[in-house]
């Protein structure tokens, strides 16, 4: 067995890797851009070195540098982990020309599966079963339009050389292929160097079902049954489990047997995954075979109590399979999220930012928490949003995802939007919960999943209130104790002022509109006069961002995590983003220090003046664009614009410093 070896990679799988790693002894080593120097991965490695700036291009995907990383520290071996370079044949090479054992398949299997059309070939010739289609080296337009007319409508046009949904196109009709194809293939060489594509029959309803297989140096290969991939978006896995539901005995041996007569066709050695397509008749068909592990493998873990890391490390070692095909059999069910930084609403678009507030839910026997990154670590245009793998286990598939409602609505982040309620409303769908699955069921339910969010309810207006009043009542009682009267009236804390009935007024901007909350103090308690109605509140706090409300005679636990002027305001996973206006703020947190700050986060959409520029109080200064509304910044005084540090554009931060002023010089 090998005494150390270098992560290839960053991020959850790395440390996933390491994990394993550590608990057999083995040293580890990793690899960090300058992106990632402070990363979860590089602090749980023994050893790391820097490859390169934040750019993958420019880092992660230098196998020349994180080669001589691996001389260097003396490693003897290289764990590629998923995606960068695990499967590029060239780096496999280039570790064992530096006497690295590489931790996958051989270079030859890789470039074997490494075109969709010559591995339809040698699955084919291999008794694989294969979507009826063309896999033709002839790319011209004419004999690719002749063999969609021989396959039928509708096709579909896939990149050979592609993944992840780029480089394909569904095409009903013979009018629609040549701008279809030719928009596949330009999208093919854009991402992959390579415009050639295969033809496939369009199936109305698969499901994408792909089988783990392992094979050894030694001659043996097994698998370790399957996973349901079906729920996708833009072609990507959002929810993966196994074992698949539904699928019949007969099935499942004949699709395992065929998963490794694949892996034998092709000298396999290591962790591999032959994905099929499953038909509603129950017929299935080889779809593609990654050479190395999948994203999703901890559920086979779950179900199987098998250690896949291990697995690689013992087989790259040298050492047989650590068991035999009739050893391994299924216990219970499991099921993985992927929880992303995205935005459902705008196409799960990538939501980058800081992590401020994180909160998992607490693992154990049954929920796994596979991540990369902890609270206060940064979502960064440079690599995949993911936050983390949830993966939960029971007995029963129903029992597995109650567990995954459970888990979800526990699951707090804050400072990125993320996908945990997608993944919910998922996972509370009544065709999920009855195993309706294909591939195509985010679209087909996409108005039940997606919604736009609306206007914060009364109880979410009523905890952010009372988490305000608490705050400010700690406040005052912590000024109270060291004030030399403690007894002052002006040190209660129950909402009494001079001369002032006892409530106060809460403006809050939700979505860009304005909301009031009159607030009334009652001895124990606030009466609230919310959009929906009047209602009595009270309740505690407990640590910094625990809040427990009676809400109207309801009792809510909730998690109020503030920053500047923002709230969020988490209930049951559920996040909603409140701003506290006060049109004072500026002009208040000014005072003596001769500079105006944000008073939340925004955009900086106007500036009306310059260094040197004099200015009367109430003078424009800029604009702020937040909450998709506009606020001008006035001048608290009289004074002359000593420096102007944002333009138009400019992102800022709550309490960024917007303008510095300085007295006007007087004259004579």
Known sequence: MFDKILVANRGEIACRVIRTAQRMGIRTVAVFSDADEGARHVAMADEAYRIGPAPARESYLRADVIVEAAVR??????????????????????????????????????????????????????????????????????????????????????????GGGKGMRAV?????????????????????????????????????????????TLGGAVHLFERDCSIQRRHQKVLE??????????????????AVAAARAIGYVGAGTVEFL?????????????????????????ITGQDLVEWQLRVAAG????????????????????????????????????????????????????????????????????????????????????RLRAALSEYQVVGVTTNLAFLGAVAAHPAYRAADLDTRFIDRHRADLIGEPGPASDTVLAVACLDEILRRATDAERAARAS????????????????????????????????????????????????????????????????????????????????????????????????????DAAEERDVGGGSLVAPMPGKVVAVMVEAGTEVKKGAPLLVLEAMKMEHTVVSPRDGKVAAVHYTPGSIVADGAQLVTLEPVPEEG
């Open 319 to 402: 050492e047989p399979l650590p068991a035999a095909q009739e050893a391994l059999s299924i216990t219970g069910h499991a099921i993985e999220a992927r929880v992303y930084a995205e935005d459902p609403t705008r196409d799960f678009l990538p939501s980058i930012g800081r992590l401020d507030h994180l909160r998992p839910p607490r693992e154990s026997a049954h929920v796994r928490i596979d991540t990369g990154v902890r609270e206060g670590d940064s979502v960064t245009i440079h690599y995949d949003p993911m936050i983390a793998k949830l993966v939960v286990w029971d007995t029963s598939r129903a029992g597995a995802v109650r």
């Open 73 to 162: 520290s003396g490693s003897q071996a290289v764990h590629p982990g998923y995606g960068f370079l695990s499967e590029n044949a060239g780096f496999a090479e280039a570790c064992a020309a530096a006497g690295i054992t590489f931790i996958g398949p051989p270079p030859s299997a890789i470039r074997a599966m490494g075109s969709k059309s010559a591995a339809k070939r040698i699955m084919e010739e291999a008794g694989v079963p294969l979507v009826p289609g063309y896999h033709g080296e002839d790319q011209s337009p004419d004999r690719l339009l002749r063999e969609a007319e021989r396959i039928g409508w509708p096709v579909l046009v896939k990149a050979t050389a592609g």
């Open 241 to 258: 489990e196994a074992p698949a539901p539904g699928l019949a005995a007969e099935t499942r041996m004949a699709m395992g047997r065929a």
């Open 172 to 216: 009903l009709d013979a009018p629609s292929f040549p701008g279809a194809l030719a928009g596949a293939k330009r999208e093919s060489l854009a991402s992959f160097g390579d415009d050639r594509v295969l033809l496939e029959r369009y199936l109305a309803r698969p499901r994408h079902v792909e089988v783990q297989v392992f094979a050894d």
């Open 484 to 583: 030399a009267d403690p007894h002052s009236p002006w040190n209660r804390t129950h909402g009494w002022r001079l001369n002032a009935d006892y409530h106060h007024i809460f403006t809050f901007v939700d979505d860009g509109k304005f909301v009031r909350v009159v607030t009334q103090y009652r001895p124990g308690s606030v009466l609230l006069e919310l959009p929906g109605g009047q209602v009595e509140v009270r309740g505690s706090r407990h640590g910094l961002d625990e809040v427990v409300a009676d809400v109207g005679g309801a009792r809510v636990r909730a998690t109020v995590v503030r920053s500047g002027a923002d709230r969020v305001v988490m209930i049951n996973g559920r996040g909603h983003r409140l701003a506290l206006f006060d049109p």
């Open 278 to 302: 499953l038909d509603e008749d129950g017929s299935f068909s080889f779809m593609e075979m990654n050479t190395r592990l999948q994203v999703e493998h901890p559920v086979t873990e779950m």
